[in-house]
């Protein structure tokens, strides 16, 4: 495969790639870093201040510096290691010496979920508030004419799902052939969704002289694959494998019948450190159903699973980041977008699946040094995924007693949960009413003429073609 020849622009002397090593492990060589030190201009750096950066993470302050060298790059870390701020910064730093011109824009940004495109415009907004760099977001579920006049009054940078950027291009709302850096974000997420087809597309319409970022929690066959086929010279980093968990999340694991889970789950839910906390379960209905569930009880919760609409999800999103909303219910899916830095608790209603689903899912607490808790109910059914996400992160998780958890109780609570009970009981009576109801449709009695004859069946109310006789 041809080398495309690049450029040496790089700002910073600290982080020297070997340029004779393809693909390389970059290593940061002083932890100590600041963000001032890293190039960047001073609007940037305003920005960033105001934000409250100052040091950068492992990520950013491998990946800055090879991207303003112009490389090719193959980002490996995982959920809350600062992935977003690494692209981000030195693309704004990078387009805000020139102008793009109209249907052109220079960047492009894909993003597996709609909750990620958005997160990642967030961004772009806050550390770009003092340049004059504009950016467009394509995504499902939004008027594809509001997104064609944007485009049309000309951006810099587009932030796009596969799906949405591909359909505008087939109605020649864009022109991708001036777009210089391309970033392909949660590659492993892309693999899951199924849009790999998609982004091998997308690759092959925009410049050959691009420079392209590919950012994973995970490097799978697929991906390893694809960074091969389309990426030129990448300089590789690997922050933390995806079996590491962090050091600031405290585990545990609460052994209950399917039956109890939502009594457990509400049981944890009122401890006194919890602030915020997302919710995963593996299956959309048992999302809604826990939401309905825990409404009931008086908890202030939201739902969030790719069945919902945009406008929907975006509101739910809106309201749990501005602390209306204390509890998430979420889908995995839903959930790969939510970058809340202060989020108190992760619950894992289910296991997931996998194992390394394990770890994405609790890393959304425990961020940039803090404390994170991190609690999963469990059946004795689910003993294999234990132990394979035990094997993973090469530690166990330790088994909490629910009954020995101090939980915060009022009176109105106790009120609410006696309402809820007596919903449930009679719910669970009227059930129990049908069910007889349904029963005595199908009961027969014995045959009076033949009083010796005994029924052999499954209970005293069932159906006649599965009852035989036996004589005595």
Known sequence: MPVRSRKNNSKNKNIQPKNNESPENITCQDESILFSQLGFSPNILKAVEEIGYKTPTQIQAQAIPIIFQNRDLVGIAQTGTGKTASFTLPILEILSKTRGRARM???????????????????????????????????????????????????????????????LFERGGILLNQIHILVIDEADRMLDMGFIPD????????????????????????????????LSD???????????????????????????????????????????????????????????????????????????SQSHRT????????????????????????????LSHVFNYDLP???????????????????GHAYSLATPDDQEVIESIESLTKKSIPIIDINELSTQSTNEDKAVESVANKKDLSKSKRHQKTKSSEQTTFSISSNDNNSNEIIIGFGDFVPSFMLFSTRR
Not at 201 to 214: E, G, H
């Open 105 to 167: 824009p220079r960047a492009l940004i894909l993003e597996p979920t709609r909750e990620l495109a958005l997160q990642v415009a967030e961004n772009l907004s806050s550390y770009g508030k003092y340049l004059k760099l504009s950016h467009a977001l394509l995504i499902g579920g939004e008027s594809m004419m509001d997104q064609k006049d944007v485009l049309n009054r000309g951006v810099d940078i587009i932030i796009a799902t596969p799906g949405r950027l591909l359909d």
């Open 199 to 230: 982004v091998e597309r997308i690759i092959k319409l925009v410049s050959t002289k691009r420079q392209t970022i590919l950012l994973s929690a995970t490097m799978p066959k697929e991906i390893k694959r694809l960074a091969n086929s389309f």
């Open 234 to 308: 990448p300089a590789e980093i690997i922050i933390s494998p995806p079996s590491s968990v962090a050091q600031t999340i405290e585990t545990g694991l609460i052994m209950v019948p399917q039956r109890q889970k939502n009594p457990a789950l509400r049981k944890l839910l009122k401890q006194k450190e919890v602030q915020n906390a997302i919710i995963f379960c593996n299956r959309k209905k048992d999302v809604d159903s826990l939401t309905r569930s825990l409404k009931r009880y008086g908890f202030s919760v939201g739902a969030l699973h790719g069945d919902l």
């Open 315 to 342: 509101e739910t999103m809106d309201l749990f980041k501005k602390d209306k909303i204390k509890i998430l219910v979420c889908s995995d899916i839903a959930a790969r977008g939510i970058d809340i830095d202060n």
């Open 353 to 371: 699946r996998q194992a390394e689903d394990y770890v994405h899912r609790i890393g959304r607490t425990g961020r940039a040094g803090r404390v």
